[in-house]
Structures are given as C-alpha cells and as structure tokens.
C-alpha cells in the first residue's frame, strides 16, 4: 500500500501534463489560423477592457497629461460596490452569478464552517481553472473573451509584474486582433494594474496606464479597416495611500482589543460568554468582514468602531421604534468611535432612504444642498430618494454611501453577506493572511481597496462609446452598455437581475 | 529491406529490453557500440506544430504512432493516414494523407494534404478558459486545409533538416471569408544520442504580410515503443508575442 501511493501520484501528475497538453496542442492551433471576416459584416467594433483596479484618479492624471483627447474619451467615477473587492465587485459590474462570499476565502452560514481558509484560500488565485469543475472560478469570467495568458497567468501577475503586463498585453491584443474578424464586440481583462497599484508606486501605475493607452493606438493604426470604439471600466480603485508595517492590522488581534471573541464557527461562538465574530481573514484589503449572530451585530460593530485603526462599521439593526417597525423598511446603521453615526432604512416600494434627524450628515460626506433636498419631509426622518442621496454623496468622502452600505448586506454578488462590514481608517488595513517568508504580502503596501473611501471605491468608466454622467453607479452599467450587456448574453453568461433598486435616472440627476 | 531503426520498431519489447539493459549497464558501453552495427538515429515523422510544419519522413508500411497529438498507420511504404485524436475532443474533427514523393540516402521528400473542422464552439472549446483563442465560432464552422510539401535533408548523421512549405486554405461559413495564406517552416532535428532528439523550429506564414513568426525548441524522448516530445514555442503576431508548450506522449509500432 505504501508504495501505491507515490505510484498514483505519479500517475494523477501525468494526468494533468496531459490534459495540459492537450489545451495546448488546441490553443497552438487556433491561435496560428488566419480566419479572416469580411470587414463590411463588422465595420464596428465595440472593445470593451475590464481593467482591474484602474483608479479614476490615475485617469485623472492621464487626463491631465494630454493623453486623452477630450473629444473622443469621456471618463466618469464608476462607483464600486462595497466592500470594493475584485470578484465580487465584478459579478455585480456584469450581473454574473453571485459567489458565495466578498473573497474567495468565506463563511458558510448553512453549515457554519469556514471555507478556503489561509493557504488553500490563497492557492485559490494560483490554480489554473478548469471549466465545469470545482476549479471552474467565478462565474463572471465567462463573460471575458480573454482574461489570462495561460495556466500560470494569475501566478505571474503577482510574482513577476512586468513580464506578466507585457505578457498580457500581448496576448489581450493577439485575441482581440482575431475576434474582430468576426465579432461585433470583444470583453477583455486585464489584472496587473490592480497588482500594480497594491505593490508598486504610483508613477509605475500610471506608467502602465499610458503603455495600455498607447496599445490601444496602435491596435486602431495596425487595422484601418475596421472602427474600434474602446471602452474601459474598472470594479475599484486603489488609494494610493501607502502603509507600513505597524499598520497592517491583524483581524483576531483587533476583534481581540474590541472584547469581541474570535471564533471559527457560531457553534463555537455560542459556546463562550460575550459576543463573538467570525472573521474573514484573506488578502490584504481595507475592509474588514464579520459574521455574527443577527441580535449581536449592532454590539459588535459599536464594539469594533471603538478601535483607533477602524473608520465606519455597517450592520444591520432593528428599527429605530414600533411605528418605523411597521413600515417594513429595512434598517441598517453606521458606528464611528463607539457610536451610531448613521441610522437610515431603505424603503424599497419608494425606492428611497429615511435617516434619523440626529446623524451628522456632514461628517459622513452627505452634501443635502447638493442634491436639492428639503430637510422638513418628516419630522422624525429625513427622506431622501435614491438619486438625491447618490447625488449628496457623489463628490463626498464615501461616494454613493447609502446605496453601498444597505446593498452590502444583501445577497445581490454574495450568497453570504457578512452580518457586519469594517472599513478601515487609512493608512490602517487588514494584513490579510500572512504568508511566513513571502515577500508578496510585504511588497503589498503602496495602495489598497475595499473601504468606503473615494479612493478606493472610485474606480473608472473611460469610453469613445457615449457621453457620461460625471459618476456612476458601477451596478448600473449595464444599462449604460446595452451591447456589452448583449454580448455577455451572446457569451452564454445568464444575467441576474441584480439588486431591484440599483437603475438611477440619470436624466434627472443634476 | 527494412532500414535499421525500423528493424528496432519490429521488436518493441526486445528494443525497450536492449534500452533497459544500455541504460543499466551505462552509457559508455552503448557509445562504445562499433559504428557499422549502430542503428541509425530514429527520425520524426511528423512535426510538434503540425498545421505548418512537417518532414518528408513517412512511416513504412503496417508502422504508425499512437500519440497524444496523432495517430498514424504507413501504408505500402509510399503513404500514411492519420489524425489527430484529441482535436476531436476540442469540436475539430482531422485527417491527414501523407504520400511519400521520394526517398534517398539523405534526402526524402513528401506531400501531405489535411483537413481540420472547427465545428462550432470549437474557437473556446478549451478544459481551461485561462487561454484566449483569436476565433470564436459558436454560430459556424471553420474549415483548414493545409497542403504540405515537405522536405527532410540529411545533413550529417547528427543532423537533420526539415522543411515544409505550406498552402493554407481557410474558408467557412458567413462572416469566415475563403483566404489562401502561405507558410514556410525549418527544423533543424539535432541527433545527439540514438534515444535523444532535439529540435529547433522557425517558422514563417504569411510570406510578404508577415502575419506570424514562430520560434521555438523542443526534445524528443525515444525509450522503446514510447516517444515523448515537449517544446515551447512563441508566435511573433502582429499584436506581440506568445508563448505556450507543446506536448505530446505517444507509442511507435
């Protein structure tokens, strides 16, 4: 028996070299065929580039420096979800499939287990994915013509940069270059700027942005024939706000200071004195997310909000007395420093947001002259319609903060929304979980993403397609991008609804 | 008469034996082997990137390979048929004729004509979406018809070069336009030791456009009935570069 074992993994490893190889043999051969389309069938062709964490603030920048021709590129705030992170924020952005978690490391209520937990959740992002089994990956990257170079792709993007940019870049244009001969549209990904953003200044991050920019130019001069309208969008941004080592939080040692209990499981929760939080512990991101018991989320989150290194904590209440009980609104608050900054419900049938009188609106970046709102429409509450408080928050510290905040606890790209949300007071972020002698979790200090801040919620819509709001909703771009939204179907991804109350009308919105 | 090597080919199992023992009793002794008796090197009868690259080797008569990449049968010692098996798998069924035109000491020429669908679906019909293919065909089908002629030159008894020159048809239905593109392959077959072979490709397609560039290197395995090849190749597009390995495992008969 002790010498099958080695033999069968031997023989499972030359399985694999196989069904490696045969990918391989398929991909040398489509990829050296010269098919050719008829250019009259697709004189336009509308490329749409998912670039991860492209800040707005580094197209910004591009602006600045002449790079884009005002005349022909429209740029607008394409405001994330929150918590802003890569594969839940790009489900919503292209209404995948929801995944069972904000990470690929998450909690599962229904069996009170963690799942993915440390190196099997990181070795996640390595492994190549293999479609129609355990390893397919999220749901979304069916939407993608082409978002990896390869089986190591993923693997090189965050161990060897430069080469795995050039290398996708090479190969994001190779198959963009053959899919224009027969397609009308093309949605490609594009990794290594988020890799970028945590791990390099920010002039590397610019930098890339002008070599993408510059492809793009030279791809339109390279085929004449056709018209390419180029489209760019991001799921966050990334602040740019160094941290160094003293700042990285530890998830346990935090809930820790807070007297909260960290737990693996509620079963273990139950068991202690106190209330207990299950902690997500993943990658290095500036938010926090906590599962709890419903009847103790407030208390952890106020508990959690005291700490020095945290800036807002959401969780869900319970109404703020009998007579909003009966309204059926969903309640939601917001803790700062140990105590409730926020106590708002979101009314569904209105599709609009009542906040208690008593909420320092201005020091959650709420502008209610902005958005042209009376504060008499309710004695107790104040109420405003989803668009007025988009518009309040729109230029504020945390843009589109109430939507965020109660479209974070629902299961609209997550199975398992947490019960309560951190999100840090920069530069403080969690420190993810720790790899002994990586230098990767080391390197990733120079920016980050996942808290409400503009920063890091502000990612980037930059298109020749059409004119822009000056921010969006990153939910609602779809709408905006009927043809993107057709050729994701046409990809056979089958489009969620996503959350009932996320259309804006933009028409109306000043 | 059949040409050394194939004399090993006839007995499998006796040349996986003299192989074993070679390799148990060490190298020097097979080195030590008087010239006149060695078998001759073994010869690739196919190409590691069989749309453009081919020699002008073909199996001989009752001989074939059943690989990961191809299968192939000799016939009557002037031809061979083959396919490559796994392409089915990937929505492409294949067939090969290859017809041997001449055969001399050192030189050997032959044509092959092939066929390749790509049925619908076949552009992503990949086990891993991690690879982008430059086609997408999930509404029609793609036709391939590459016609070869190949040449192999033996330039010394370690040396082997092949050349292929290629006439690729691609036609299809709507939007797939008909296109005749020409390609141009060299592999230089390095024989440094009877069960060791090791390649270096260059290939060219497009003649004048200059459509794709391909470069790489490669190693072949010979241990017994068994060949192994692994390469890596790069195509030079338009658009940059691209890297990938090639591999392929299969049993000689």
Redesign the interface.
């Given at each position: 028996m002790a010498s099958a074992r080695p033999h069968a993994r031997r023989v499972l490893c030359t399985l694999g070299l196989l069904v490696a190889g045969c990918d391989w043999q398929h991909f040398a051969l489509v990829n050296s065929l010269p098919v050719e389309g008829d250019p009259a069938a697709n004189p336009v062709v509308h490329v749409y580039l998912a670039v991860d964490g492209l800040a707005y603030e580094t197209v910004a920048a591009a602006q600045r420096a002449g790079l884009l021709a005002p005349e022909r590129w429209q740029a607008a705030k394409l405001v994330a979800m929150f918590p802003a992170s890569s594969d839940s924020s790009w489900s919503r952005i292209l209404h995948a499939a929801p995944l069972p978690g904000y990470e690929l490391h998450y909690f599962d209520p229904d069996h009170d287990v963690l799942r993915n937990e440390g190196y099997v959740g990181l070795a996640c992002h390595g492994v190549p994915h293999l479609a129609g089994t355990a390893l397919a990956g999220p749901d979304y990257y069916r939407g993608f013509d082409s978002y990896a170079d390869g089986y190591l792709d993923p693997l090189w993007g965050y161990t060897a940069i430069e080469f795995s940019l050039s290398e996708s870049l090479d190969g994001l244009f190779i198959a963009l270059e053959g899919r224009a001969e027969t397609q009308h549209a093309f949605l490609g990904y594009l990794l290594e700027l988020d890799v970028l953003g945590h791990m390099r200044p920010r002039a590397e991050v610019d930098a890339a942005l002008r070599r993408l920019l510059l492809r793009i130019e030279q791809f339109r001069a390279h085929h004449p024939e056709r018209r390419f309208v180029f489209t760019l969008l991001s799921d966050h941004g990334i602040d740019f706000v160094p941290a160094e080592p003293e700042h990285f939080v530890d998830a346990r040692a935090l809930l820790r200071d807070a007297d909260v209990r960290a737990v693996r499981s509620f079963a273990e929760g139950r068991r202690g004195r106190g209330p207990f939080a299950v902690p997500i512990v993943h990658t290095p991101v500036s938010y926090l997310a906590l599962h709890t018991e419903a009847a103790q989320a407030d208390e952890v989150a106020r508990r959690v909000s005291e700490q020095p290194s945290v800036d807002l904590v959401l969780s869900p209440s319970s109404p703020a007395d009998a007579a909003s009980a009966a309204e059926g609104r969903r309640w939601f608050s917001v803790w700062q420093r140990g105590r409730r900054a926020l106590h708002a419900a979101y009314d569904a049938a209105r599709d609009s947001y009542a906040l208690r009188r008593d909420a320092d609106l201005a020091a959650l970046g709420l502008d209610l002259s902005a958005s042209g709102t009376s504060p008499a429409s309710l004695a107790e509450h104040l109420e405003l319609s989803d668009e007025q408080a988009f518009v309040a928050a729109r230029e504020g510290r945390y843009p589109d903060l109430l939507y965020r905040l109660r479209s974070a606890l629902t299961p609209v790209s997550n199975r398992y929304p947490a019960e309560v949300l951190v999100s840090f007071r920069r530069p403080y972020t969690s420190s993810g979980f720790r790899v002994p002698f990586s230098s990767v979790d080391e390197q990733a200090r120079h920016g980050f993403h996942g808290s409400l801040d503009a920063g890091s919620s502000t990612g980037v819509l930059l298109s020749e397609e059409r004119a822009l709001p000056a921010a969006v909703r990153s939910d609602t771009v779809l709408e905006l991008f009927p043809r993107l939204a057709e050729h994701l179907r046409a990809r056979g991804l089958e489009l969620q609804p996503g959350d009932p109350g996320a259309n804006l009308a933009y028409g109306q919105i000043p | 008469m059949r040409p050394p090597d194939r004399q090993l080919h006839l007995r499998p199992w006796l040349g996986c034996g003299l192989v074993a023992l070679a390799w148990a009793s060490g190298a020097p002794g097979a080195r030590a082997e008087p010239a006149a008796t060695r078998p001759l090197p073994t010869l690739a009868a196919n190409g590691l990137?069989p749309?453009?690259e081919g020699t002008g080797d073909v199996h001989g008569h009752g001989h074939g390979v059943v690989a990961?990449?191809d299968v192939q049968l000799g016939l009557g010692g002037w031809g061979q048929l083959g396919s490559?098996p796994?392409?089915f798998?990937?929505r492409?069924p294949n067939a090969q004729l290859k017809l041997a035109l001449w055969r001399g000491e050192r030189w050997r020429w032959a044509m092959q004509v092939a066929c390749?669908a790509?049925l619908p679906g076949?552009?992503e019909?990949?086990?891993?979406?991690?690879?982008?293919?430059?086609?997408?065909?999930?509404d029609?089908a793609?036709f391939?018809l590459p016609l070869q002629l190949a040449t192999s030159w033996r330039a010394a008894p370690w040396l082997q070069l092949h050349h292929t020159l290629t006439a690729?048809t691609?036609a299809?239905q709507?939007?797939?336009?008909p296109?005749l593109?020409v390609g141009n392959f060299l592999t230089a077959e390095l024989l440094a030791l009877r069960h060791h072979g090791f390649y270096l490709h260059l290939g060219e397609?497009?003649a004048w456009a200059h459509?794709?560039l391909?470069l790489g290197a490669s190693y072949r395995l010979r241990w017994g009935p068994v060949e192994g090849r692994v390469g890596y190749?790069y195509?030079r597009?338009?658009?940059?570069?691209?890297?990938?390995?090639?591999?392929?495992?299969g049993v000689r008969f």
């Open positions: - | 990137y749309l453009w990961l990449r490559q796994l392409e798998v990937f492409t390749y790509l076949a552009g019909a990949f086990f891993s979406p991690t690879y982008a293919a430059t086609l997408r065909n999930q029609f793609v391939a690729l691609v299809g709507p939007p797939v336009q296109r593109t397609v497009g459509e794709l391909i190749v195509r597009h338009a658009e940059g570069w691209q890297g990938q390995p090639l591999l392929d495992l």
